[in-house]
């Protein structure tokens, strides 16, 4: 199957910082990447649809001047956490479909810890 | 407002034995269901899917069943492994356009000895 790799893996920041966190398609082009936030002991929420070479779509509820999104290429989308607060910590996951094709492949996730 | 109920929340089940995990969809535009395994501090990983117009679909030791009319459907875990110890997602989306993929709230299997 096809590869999603997240970076950094894991990362521990102080409150009121930015964080950057990139999601790669490894051997195929992804015109469109998902970001999805997950709780502990919870199901992952979509947060926000990655458009190349447009405008990323917010989820209801989901703050986009807080969670800045950029589909640079078509193998790379960014989420970059904006001042960081304790309550943005959590596990964040990107998946990227194949283009023509319905399933999704899943990056490893990116846990956040804010202090 | 949860588009994909999934039951049970938590489920154990002994080595050998059988695993059942159940869901139902809303909306009838969903035409892709996956189930997905995820092992902690990892993402997602597809197992298997089905689309409606098949009842039924199995992969080794994983079944899913198709409902169509009830709008349901189930994974079935056969000769369950210690190693199949995991949390499950149900999912569906909606060919084509962005493919945005809603899931259920996942279930936790823990397979004992």
């Known amino acids: 199957g096809a590869v999603v790799s997240q970076h950094p893996s894991w990362v521990i920041c102080k409150s009121g910082t930015s964080v950057k966190i990139e999601c790669r398609s490894l051997?195929?082009?992804?015109?469109?990447m998902f970001w999805y936030r997950q709780f502990p002991k919870q199901s992952l929420m979509l947060m926000a649809t990655?458009?190349?070479?447009?405008?990323?779509?917010?989820e209801q509820g989901v703050e986009k001047d807080k969670f800045l999104i950029n589909h640079a290429s078509l193998t790379l989308s960014t989420l970059t956490v904006t001042s960081a607060h304790p309550e943005d910590s959590s596990f964040y996951i990107c998946?990227?479909?194949?283009?023509?094709?319905?399933?999704?492949?899943f990056g490893p996730g990116t846990r956040l810890t804010v202090l | 407002q949860q588009q994909v109920k999934q039951s049970p929340q938590s489920l154990i089940v002994q080595k050998g034995g059988i695993s059942i995990i159940n869901c139902a969809y809303e909306?009838?535009?969903?035409?892709?269901f996956p189930w997905y395994q995820q092992f902690p501090g990892k993402g997602p990983a597809l197992l298997i899917a089905?689309?409606?117009?098949?009842s039924e679909k199995k992969e080794g030791r994983f079944t899913i069943s198709f409902n169509k009319s009830a709008k349901q459907f189930s994974l079935h875990i056969m000769d369950s492994q210690p190693g199949d110890s995991a949390t499950y997602f149900c999912?569906?989306?909606?060919?084509?356009?962005?493919?945005?993929?809603?899931f259920g709230i996942g279930t936790k299997l823990q397979v004992i000895p």
């Open positions: 998946s990227a479909p194949r283009t023509g094709g319905n399933e999704q492949f």
């Open positions: 051997d195929f082009q992804a015109t469109t």
């Open positions: 990655s458009n190349e070479g447009s405008k990323a779509t917010y």
């Open positions: 909306n009838t535009a969903f035409d892709y």
């Open positions: 089905i689309r409606p117009d098949v």
């Open positions: 999912a569906a989306s909606i060919s084509g356009g962005y493919q945005k993929v809603t």
